[in-house]
């Protein structure tokens, strides 16, 4: 009876998620429902050349989709259909981790029924990173050493920041040896999906690496302190990254919620924190069995705000980027409430100062 239930259960959120995503999709075929939102997915289908500017796995989701399309609905298509195969895994792989905390499946739909998901789940390649990266987890909770690393190598090809990952699960491991492996495996797999192209052209595979050290200050608190494109943001981004990771550490906390607190760091020390990077937020809100989820839910919405604003002259006053713009004050006020949920995860005062947890189990 109990499988069964779980089994009908797991349907329902397999269906839900399938469904929510199709709104995500659907927002981005103006000549269907005359939405027209704004994709960047959408957007490279018109100027290729802009996927050589992300990580090598964006190049996985596309190529494909421009192989066989030809017109932009087909692209839309085949690249939806690759994000919603890597959220179905997510969401397996999500179930199994609430299940090895002892946590209700139904907390899964935290994901799927959150603003951030609707607006983004179809907007970049950001769920296959959700993918890889929670499915590194689970794997190392387990200690499968081997196939955790291959996860958080790909994780990695496809958004540079898991790297930060790595010192903790060098902390739950053994001896020396399991930690070089893990680290030369992760290596590994970044390095077999990234050779083909550092190969076949050199100068395209560095696109990347150029334009990110060329970026602007997005999205971050940065803007407040110091113009938009001053190249010290970057090296105060890996200062304040660099300390935090290490002040984590030294807490010795354990693997999930660790990962959680490494994340919040990555995003609130980076000089770019765009909204669609709040998708890597969200499976952890999920697996840690936090019930007081109001500073959360806060968040997420101001994040759905900065996009709502970013591409409306008469609410963003006229350039989203600059300080006087009301979607950087939004923004300001999404990381603030960031910053006191890793202050709790980091140096919880009381257990209901901020998030409770809902069995000792979700928060070890």
Known sequence: M????WGTTDRMVFGLMAAMFAVSL????PTIVGLGFYSDLVSWYYDPTVVSMNAVMARF???????????????VLVTGAILLAALMVSTLVVLKLLRMFGLPCWRVLLFVLSPSFLFF???NIDLVGVLFIVTALYFALREKWTVSSICLGLAIATKLFPFIYIPFV???????????TYALVAFVAWLAVNLPFMVSNPSDWLLFLNVQSQW????SWMIFVMPRMSSFSHYLSYFLLAVG???????RMSLERAWFAATLVFMLSSFKFPPQYFLYILPFTIILGFTSLEPLLVADILNVLVIVTWFTPW????????AYSPTQWISLARELILLGVLAYLVHPITRKWLLEPLISGGSR
């Open 2 to 5: 109990k499988e069964h239930a």
């Open 26 to 29: 659907l927002q981005k075929f």
């Open 61 to 75: 989701v596309t190529y494909p989709a421009f192989w066989i399309a030809s017109n932009p609905i087909i692209y």
């Open 121 to 123: 789940a179809y907007y």
């Open 170 to 180: 060098w902390l739950a491991q053994r001896n020396w040896k399991q930690r070089i």
């Open 216 to 219: 602007g200050i997005e999205d």
């Open 245 to 251: 990771i290490v002040h984590i550490v030294r807490q």
């Open 315 to 322: 609410l963003n006053a006229g350039n989203p980027l600059e």
